[in-house]
């Protein structure tokens, strides 16, 4: 599934329904008036929709996705002080220097904590229920991510790698951890 | 430079407030500050809106209110900061006083996040981390970075679900007895263990509800208070500190680091001692956005050693007549949290608290005159904490 398909679905599902019942709202009563149930307060249903979908600039660190392309991980590092980073990014704002370089990520790390998000966000409906954690690497760096395991094998302090893995239904490259 | 005091307060039922807007909402707490304070529009000086914003239509919230609430054309501004925003509010009043700048302003904080559909405030909640690197792929919700803190407390100190259970049946407890709250409903630690999980380890009775409600301060120089009021409430100080966006970037997820260095800048401009700090006050409002934040606050204000905040609603220490009475008016859990109101709400509490006009069964005893509101915005990304007494600071 391709995000049109997912995106219709979702528009079927949510955004559809809310129109059809403006529509009927406006075909009824004149305007766009419904009557909350528990307190038959009226309420204005907005006509005009507002859907955003952001354009974020990434090509400071065009190489992270790169690397992340050919199924790697890299954080940055300051030449100077020595500092990794992860997310990367491409200035060392401590010793203001710019251009920095790149590291392989080990992907060893530990479990640091986990949650499972049962309760998701509007965008993330199409998904099971998803395990976010947060790993300490060998590297002393932080990454966080789904960890893709059975939440009855998950613990605090296990072992874990960092990998390059493909998100479905929709296709794209990104990384989770997993048990090793 | 002179003192600020604390002269008007104004606090809405907060709730599902589907029978007002945005700007009518704000004005019944304005207008009970401007009698309170017995002040006209005319008297203030300047106000400050603290609104989060996205939720409600009104892109301008500062305007709209202004013009409905007679304050135009006073000079104004939105201030933003998250969960704390209400605090950042007052620091722009208390600062224009403290200079001179100004005499008399009013404090406006406002949220109505119920004009918004539910998933999608749980998905604006979310998008409240970093965006592109914990949201975009990974979609965290609020409660879920929330429970990072759990789960991590959980293995390092041994804390179990009834610990956090505790802090809700507390604050319910208390609510219970608040008009003002969203629930004034008791609840028993079995309705807690039954709810419903919303981000493991953390379940419904865990997490406050999505609020609509507004709260305002009247705050005056030293010279003015004096020839309104005979009882001031004066703000001692406040400290703020900011943390990492990005919550993997933080050490230990035991603690929030930014509520401890406010902490440390409050205390030490109030000339409190931090390993003593809850002899100081009498009462406290802490952010309990969840159960496990108020929690890290107990030891993040140096009421419990570190590894020890989970025992105390337990054992009765944050109870009135305990070591400290916290969130006696219901908390962020039971009380609600329209973002941002809360910090002038937990102002208006604490004031209130300290001229013994709290609401029956959630009045603390007043021995030394001093409060604490400690308000988290984010999930650590901003600290405000807040001193407040019935004595005039001496510095």
């Given at each position: 599934?391709?995000?049109?398909?997912?995106?219709?679905?979702?528009?079927?599902e949510?955004?559809?329904?809310?129109?059809?019942?403006?529509?009927?709202l406006?075909?009824?009563?004149g305007?766009?008036?419904?009557?909350e149930p528990?307190t038959?307060?009226?309420?204005?249903?907005?006509?005009r929709?507002?859907?955003?979908?952001?354009?974020i600039?990434?090509g400071?660190?065009?190489?992270?996705?790169?690397?992340l392309n050919?199924?790697?991980?890299?954080?940055?590092k300051?030449?100077?002080?020595?500092?990794?980073?992860?997310?990367?990014?491409?200035?060392?704002?401590?010793?203001?220097?710019?251009g920095?370089?790149?590291?392989e990520l080990?992907?060893?790390g530990?479990?640091?904590?986990?949650?499972?998000i049962?309760?998701?966000?509007?965008?993330?409906?199409h998904?099971?229920?998803?395990?976010?954690?947060?790993a300490?690497?060998?590297?002393?760096?932080?990454?966080?991510?789904?960890v893709?395991?059975?939440?009855k094998n998950?613990q605090?302090?296990?072992?874990?790698?960092?990998?390059v893995?493909k998100?479905?239904?929709?296709?794209?490259?990104t990384y989770?951890?997993?048990?090793? | 430079?002179?003192?600020?005091a604390?002269?008007?307060t104004?606090?809405?039922k907060?709730?599902?407030?589907t029978?007002?807007?945005l700007?009518?909402l704000?004005?019944?707490?304005?207008?009970?500050?401007?009698?309170?304070?017995?002040?006209?529009?005319?008297?203030?000086?300047?106000?400050?809106?603290?609104?989060?914003?996205?939720?409600?239509?009104?892109?301008?919230?500062a305007?709209?209110?202004?013009e409905?609430?007679?304050?135009a054309?006073k000079?104004?501004?939105?201030?933003?900061?998250?969960?704390?925003?209400g605090?950042?509010a007052i620091?722009?009043?208390?600062?224009?006083?403290k200079?001179?700048e100004?005499?008399?302003?009013?404090?406006?904080?406002?949220?109505q996040?119920?004009?918004s559909?539910?998933?999608?405030?749980?998905?604006?909640m979310?998008r409240?981390?970093?965006?592109f690197?914990?949201?975009?792929n990974?979609g965290?919700?609020?409660?879920g970075?929330?429970?990072?803190?759990?789960?991590?407390?959980?293995a390092?100190?041994g804390?179990?679900?009834?610990?956090?259970?505790?802090?809700?049946v507390?604050?319910?407890?208390?609510?219970?007895?608040?008009?003002?709250?969203?629930?004034?409903?008791?609840?028993?630690?079995?309705?807690?263990?039954?709810?419903?999980?919303?981000a493991y380890?953390?379940?419904?009775y865990?997490?406050?509800?999505?609020?609509?409600?507004a709260?305002?301060?009247?705050?005056?120089s030293e010279?003015?208070?004096?020839?309104?009021?005979?009882?001031?409430v004066?703000?001692?100080?406040?400290?703020?500190a900011?943390?990492t966006?990005n919550?993997?970037?933080?050490?230990e997820?035991?603690t929030?680091?930014a509520?401890?260095?406010?902490?440390?800048?409050?205390?030490?401009?109030?000339?409190?001692?931090?390993?003593?700090?809850w002899?100081?006050?009498?009462v406290?409002?802490?952010?309990?956005?969840?159960?496990?934040?108020?929690?890290?606050?107990?030891?993040d204000?140096?009421?419990?050693?570190?590894?020890?905040?989970?025992?105390?609603?337990?054992?009765?220490?944050t109870?009135?007549?305990?070591k400290i009475?916290?969130?006696?008016?219901?908390?962020?859990?039971?009380?609600?949290?329209?973002?941002?109101?809360?910090?002038v709400?937990?102002?208006?509490?604490?004031t209130?608290?300290?001229?013994y006009r709290?609401?029956?069964?959630?009045?603390?005893d007043?021995?030394?005159?001093?409060?604490?509101?400690?308000?988290?915005?984010?999930?650590?990304?901003?600290?405000?904490?807040?001193?407040?007494?019935?004595?005039k600071p001496?510095?």
């Amino acid at each position: 599934m391709g995000t049109v398909e997912i995106k219709e679905k979702q528009f079927n599902e949510i955004d559809k329904r809310m129109l059809e019942q403006i529509d009927q709202l406006i075909k009824t009563s004149g305007m766009p008036i419904i009557r909350e149930p528990k307190t038959n307060n009226p309420l204005w249903v907005d006509v005009r929709d507002l859907t955003q979908r952001y354009v974020i600039p990434i090509g400071k660190i065009y190489k992270f996705f790169e690397y992340l392309n050919q199924g790697k991980l890299i954080g940055t590092k300051c030449p100077k002080c020595g500092t990794i980073y992860f997310p990367p990014q491409d200035d060392c704002t401590s010793c203001r220097l710019s251009g920095l370089t790149t590291v392989e990520l080990s992907g060893e790390g530990e479990l640091l904590t986990y949650t499972i998000i049962t309760v998701k966000p509007l965008s993330f409906m199409h998904y099971q229920d998803y395990i976010v954690g947060i790993a300490r690497l060998k590297e002393g760096i932080n990454v966080l991510a789904w960890v893709n395991e059975n939440p009855k094998n998950i613990q605090v302090g296990m072992k874990v790698k960092l990998s390059v893995a493909k998100r479905e239904p929709e296709g794209y490259i990104t990384y989770e951890l997993r048990r090793t | 430079m002179s003192n600020v005091a604390i002269v008007g307060t104004g606090h809405t039922k907060f709730g599902v407030r589907t029978d007002v807007n945005l700007q009518e909402l704000a004005w019944e707490a304005v207008k009970q500050a401007l009698e309170e304070a017995n002040l006209e529009q005319k008297d203030i000086e300047m106000f400050v809106v603290g609104n989060a914003g996205g939720w409600s239509s009104e892109p301008l919230s500062a305007i709209a209110i202004g013009e409905y609430c007679n304050l135009a054309p006073k000079g104004t501004m939105r201030v933003e900061a998250a969960c704390a925003t209400g605090s950042a509010a007052i620091r722009i009043a208390y600062q224009a006083i403290k200079s001179g700048e100004a005499k008399v302003a009013l404090v406006i904080g406002v949220e109505q996040m119920n004009q918004s559909p539910h998933p999608v405030a749980v998905e604006m909640m979310g998008r409240a981390g970093n965006y592109f690197w914990e949201f975009e792929n990974f979609g965290l919700t609020f409660p879920g970075y929330y429970a990072l803190y759990a789960t991590r407390r959980m293995a390092k100190y041994g804390m179990k679900e009834e610990d956090l259970g505790s802090v809700a049946v507390k604050n319910h407890y208390y609510g219970s007895y608040n008009p003002y709250a969203t629930f004034q409903k008791q609840i028993k630690m079995e309705d807690y263990s039954k709810s419903r999980v919303v981000a493991y380890p953390l379940k419904l009775y865990d997490a406050c509800p999505i609020t609509d409600g507004a709260a305002a301060l009247i705050l005056a120089s030293e010279e003015v208070a004096r020839k309104i009021t005979d009882s001031p409430v004066w703000i001692v100080s406040q400290g703020f500190a900011s943390g990492t966006i990005n919550l993997s970037k933080r050490e230990e997820f035991l603690t929030i680091d930014a509520s401890r260095v406010a902490t440390e800048e409050a205390y030490r401009r109030a000339k409190i001692d931090f390993n003593d700090a809850w002899r100081y006050f009498d009462v406290a409002d802490v952010h309990d956005c969840f159960t496990i934040a108020e929690i890290m606050a107990y030891e993040d204000l140096g009421f419990a050693k570190r590894g020890e905040g989970h025992l105390m609603a337990g054992n009765g220490e944050t109870y009135i007549g305990g070591k400290i009475p916290v969130n006696v008016d219901g908390g962020l859990k039971a009380k609600g949290h329209p973002i941002g109101a809360t910090g002038v709400s937990m102002a208006v509490s604490i004031t209130r608290q300290l001229l013994y006009r709290a609401h029956k069964g959630t009045q603390a005893d007043i021995r030394n005159g001093m409060g604490i509101t400690h308000n988290v915005g984010g999930t650590g990304h901003y600290a405000y904490i807040t001193i407040y007494s019935t004595r005039k600071p001496s510095a």
